[in-house]
């Protein structure tokens, strides 16, 4: 073989390498599970709540309805998706993407009092916003509803 070929299949080689490591790296880059997770933490005394309503089948059709449709401005499937996981979020490019709350590694750790927090206060600086019109009984059957999606 001539040196000229034995130096163009080493620069094929180093390129095809580089190549893999960054298609391997794609995934990682867009896995949302366990999701990059920036949020605000909530105050204490919030950290500590327990969801007081019983987890029955009115109040997870309550949270399903609000969830699919009735919470207002906009329903939150529009963002977390029907499904929970977060592919729906439109706002995908300029904020956090929307949690996924299929994810059992995300999900686990996070207080039910954190999830309400964050309902009623919002997450600043990325597109949840707060749902300041949804009564505590609305909040705490939403988040009933959401933690369905990862048992
Ligand atoms: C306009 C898009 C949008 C809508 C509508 C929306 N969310 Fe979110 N939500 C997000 C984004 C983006 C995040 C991630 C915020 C972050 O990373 O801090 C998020 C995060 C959350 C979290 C995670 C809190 C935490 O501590 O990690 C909960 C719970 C949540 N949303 C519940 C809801 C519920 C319930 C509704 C409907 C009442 C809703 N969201 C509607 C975009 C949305």
């Given amino acids: 073989m001539h040196r ?7 620069v094929i080689a180093i390129l095809s390498f580089l190549i893999l490591v960054w298609i391997s790296s794609i995934p990682a880059a867009y896995a949302n599970c366990p999701q990059a997770r920036k949020t605000i933490t909530a105050p204490a005394k919030f950290l500590k709540l327990k969801n007081p309503l019983p987890l029955n089948s009115k109040n997870l059709r309550s949270g399903k309805k609000l969830f699919n449709g009735q919470a207002r ?9 029907i499904k929970g996981n977060g592919k729906e979020d439109p706002d995908f490019e300029s904020t956090p993407s929307a949690r996924n709350f299929t994810c059992t590694k995300t999900m686990e750790a996070l207080p039910d009092g954190q999830l309400f927090w964050i ?3 919002g ?5 949840m916003f707060a749902f300041s019109d949804l009564s505590d009984n609305q909040v705490w059957q939403l988040v009933h509803y959401i933690r369905q999606f990862s048992k």
């Fill in 73 to 81: 401005p906009i329903a939150c499937a529009t963002c977390h998706g």
């Fill in 123 to 127: 997450s600043k600086n990325t597109s």
């Fill in 4 to 10: 000229r070929q034995v130096k163009n299949i080493k």
């Fill in 119 to 121: 309902i009623k206060n």
